[in-house]
């Protein structure tokens, strides 16, 4: 008897949330991950706690940019005020 190819282990589950997170999923893949996670709570679970993870870090990642633009563009207004002649 041939086994379901719709059915993933935990393993392969994860792998395809790290993958969704990332917006790589094929059709098949997404059907894989929404059966698997209807069936099991650990990979609910994991589910949850990466997508988290993931926007905590894109937020913090996104803060540090703007954080570092705005410290780029005091440099700037310090030399440009350090360089006019009095």
């Given amino acids: ?5 719709l059915l993933v282990s935990c393993k392969e ?4 949330v790290e ?3 990332q917006n790589e999923l094929s059709m ?6 929404i059966l698997h996670t209807a069936i099991c709570a650990a990979c609910r679970t994991y589910q949850r706690q990466s997508t988290k993870i993931d926007e905590i870090l ?4 996104n803060q540090g940019a703007r954080d570092q633009l705005d410290s780029n ?5 310090i030399i ?4 006019r002649p009095e």
């Fill in 19 to 21: 993958k969704k997170l």
């Fill in 13 to 16: 589950a994860t792998v395809l």
């Fill in 1 to 5: 008897m041939k086994e379901n190819p």
């Fill in 73 to 77: 563009a005091l440099e700037k207004r």
């Fill in 58 to 61: 894109k937020k913090g990642f």
């Fill in 80 to 83: 440009n005020h350090l360089e």
């Fill in 28 to 33: 098949v893949e997404r059907v894989q991950l």
